[in-house]
Nanobody
Framework: QLQPVESGGALVQPGGSLKLSCVAS????????IGWFRQAPGKEREGISC????????NYADAVSGRFTISRDNAKNTVYLQMNSLKPEDTAVYYC????????????????WGQGTQVTVSS
């Protein structure tokens, strides 16, 4: 079982950058795929990007292509989401989630979720 915890959310101006962290306590972190999702007010939770246990990366959100980058540090049980050139439409609660081995863009495929971290992009 894994318990993810997100951090790094903040208020940032348009065009700015943030780096979110997801630290997942528990055994066998290397065996899990970790995905980043976000949920804006009144909208469905959407998948952004995922790193599989093999470190293969799958990106799901065209809206963040070229701006957001996922990375993984197994020695620290941590997955990061580097977000650059932020836009007001990136405002959302950002979640990380874990499932066994392979990535999926479907939120229902993930068994373990963090509590979320708020990202607000506004001038």
């Amino acid at each position: 079982q894994l318990q993810p915890v997100e951090s790094g959310g903040a208020l940032v101006q348009p065009g700015g950058s943030l780096k979110l962290s997801c630290v997942a306590s528990g055994l066998f972190f290397n065996s899990y795929a970790i995905g980043w999702f976000r949920q804006a007010p009144g909208k469905e939770r959407e998948g952004i990007s995922c790193t599989a246990s093999s470190r293969v990366i799958t990106n799901y959100a065209d809206a963040v292509s070229g701006r957001f980058t996922i990375s993984r540090d197994n020695a620290k049980n941590t997955v990061y989401l580097q977000m650059n050139s932020l836009k007001p439409e990136d405002t959302a609660v950002y979640y990380c989630a874990a499932r066994g081995y392979l990535c999926s863009g479907a939120k229902n495929d993930y068994a373990y979720w963090g509590q979320g971290t708020q990202v607000t992009v506004s001038s």
